[in-house]
């Protein structure tokens, strides 16, 4: 190239060079999933890695080829492990191949989601659309790709509070009103609701916990009593939310039971469905969403049982008008014109909090496309079956003790050979579980139940076999074992 002809841009150099370094990466890529699980589940960053992650910003230019190589030794190899077969923690999906790949196109057309007319408008209309459907709730609904159930609880949660209020929210704010507003939620409601009402600038003690029963579930004469209470106290109670798959034990509370409470107490309902939302896919699951359709609005997590990569949520709201009341804010500089670029029939910047977003929605599509509902739906049914079939080994198996009822795909459990005192049993099972992801045995989490640690799995993992099940209750038993005598 002649000097002359060189104008600096962002753009490869070499387009020859760049062609060949993404073949090579796609080759990779395409490999380390398809081996995924003949490597570690999890294993630590070692400190000679870390130490190489930590230098000064780099001012002048490194070869693409060179960055790649840095990326293969530093980053590849130390994942989260949410993508391997045997990582059942938290609340997690593993992700798609053809996901994975639309999220590399979408960033190549990095189209900007906020409005416009544009394909990609059209793509997130009609991956909102499919949502509607199979969560049965109306054709006018509206609905928004979001970040994660998070953001789908607070937008959901913002309308819910601006349409309740007796005054102009938007206008007025929250100075001075003469009824502070109540929400109500189970014990077991996910942090990210707590989070919403404590932005939403009602103070976390609006928050109303309401009790559960035995499995988990909203104690609905609890509610009932609690709503009366605080009316005669001087609240304005305006939203209730139900747990569509709670996060500790996969709990469903009875949707059809809140549906007509909130009718009667005219309270908006919002069914947080992160995990349980999508299980509509699966036969087996469907009836004991029932009720959900009914909500006013829904918050649901593609990220997680939908295993597209991360982040894609979604929002469905059953007032379109309500929905855009709340954040539909047009300054002259985003007129919406019916013509040229600007003239895009929907735009999404109306319903949220931002205004530039990406193209999420393409790696739904793709991935939704390319399986087809009823493959997702079938993953669905079988990592439910897979929870009853190791609930069994746990029950079958006079060493480990099932902590709760099983909730969708949702199993705690502890190691419990009989004996033992339950401080002693908290921290053999907490031991227990560290040494299952530093042995890279697997990785399922914990969380504590009426003061009893458990280790639990979330088998939201489309690459989960039968015998990894096998593997973890012979693991967990010959390991609590062996660490048993460090602490009778
Ligand atoms: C994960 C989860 C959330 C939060 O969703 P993110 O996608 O992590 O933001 C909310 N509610 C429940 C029940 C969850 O499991």
């Known amino acids: 190239m002649k000097k002359s002809d060189y104008y600096e841009t962002l753009d490869p150099v070499n387009w020859v060079e760049m062609r060949i370094l993404a073949h090579r990466m796609v080759d990779d890529a395409i490999t380390y999933i398809e081996q995924v699980a003949e490597r570690p589940v999890w294993r630590p960053v070692p400190n000679h890695i870390a130490a190489r992650l930590q230098t000064p910003a780099p001012y002048e230019p490194m070869a693409a080829a060179a960055v790649y190589n840095e990326f293969l030794e530093t980053i590849f190899p130390y994942p989260m492990g949410n993508v391997h077969p045997r990582f059942w923690s938290w609340y997690m999906g593993n992700g798609t191949v053809f996901g994975a790949l639309g999220?590399?196109?979408?960033?190549v057309m990095n189209s900007n989601l906020g409005g416009g007319h544009h394909a990609a408008i059209f793509v997130?209309?009609?991956?909102?659309?499919?949502?509607?459907?199979?969560?049965?709730?109306?054709?006018?609904?509206?609905?928004?790709?979001?970040?994660?159930?998070?953001?789908?609880n607070l937008i959901g949660l913002a309308v819910a509070r601006n349409v309740k209020a007796d005054f102009d929210i938007r206008e007025t704010g929250l100075q001075n009103i003469p009824h502070p507003m109540t929400i109500y939620a189970s014990s077991e409601v996910h942090s990210s609701a707590q989070k919403a009402v404590e932005l939403l600038g009602l103070g976390n003690k609006s928050l109303h916990i309401v009790p559960v029963k035995n499995d988990y579930t909203i104690d609905l004469d609890a509610l009932v009593a609690m709503i009366t209470a605080d009316r005669q106290a001087g609240f304005r109670p305006i939203c209730v939310i139900g747990n569509a798959g709670t996060i500790n034990t996969g709990a469903i509370d009875d949707l059809n039971a809140l549906a007509e409470l909130s009718k009667e107490e005219d309270l908006w309902f919002h069914v947080d469905g992160a995990i349980g939302a999508v299980a509509v896919l699966s036969e087996k699951a469907q009836p004991l969403l029932a009720g959900m359709e009914k909500a006013d609005s829904v918050a649901l997590d593609l990220h997680k049982w939908m295993h597209i990569p991360f982040e894609a949520g979604c929002i469905l709201v059953r007032s379109d008008d309500a929905h855009k009341k709340t954040f539909s804010l047009t300054p002259e500089y985003l007129a919406h014109e019916t013509r040229g670029l600007p003239g895009g029939h929907l735009w999404f910047a109306d319903y949220g909090i931002q205004l530039s977003r990406n193209f999420r929605a393409l790696k739904v599509w793709m991935s939704i496309k390319e399986h087809g509902l009823n493959r997702f739906g079938r993953m669905i049914g079988r990592n439910i079956e897979q929870a009853h079939y190791?609930?069994?080994?746990?029950?079958?198996?006079?060493?480990?003790?099932?902590?709760?009822?099983?909730?969708?795909?949702?199993?705690?459990?502890?190691?419990?050979?009989?004996?033992?005192?339950?401080?002693v049993l908290n921290s053999l099972n907490k031991e227990l579980l560290l040494q299952l992801h530093e042995q890279s045995i697997a990785v399922p989490s914990y969380t504590t139940l009426n003061g009893r640690y458990c280790l639990r799995i979330a088998i939201a993992n489309h690459r989960s076999r039968y015998e990894d099940f096998d593997l973890l209750a012979r693991e967990v038993v010959r390991l609590g074992r062996e660490l048993i005598t460090d602490y009778r």
């Open 124 to 152: 997130e209309e009609q991956v909102v659309n499919w949502m509607k459907e199979i969560l049965s709730l109306p054709k006018n609904a509206s609905g928004l790709l979001v970040s994660g159930g998070s953001m789908a």
């Open 390 to 423: 190791f609930g069994k080994l746990v029950e079958h198996d006079p060493e480990m003790e099932l902590m709760a009822p099983i909730g969708l795909d949702i199993v705690c459990f502890r190691f419990n050979p009989g004996g033992l005192s339950n401080d």
């Open 103 to 107: 999220d590399f196109l979408a960033a």
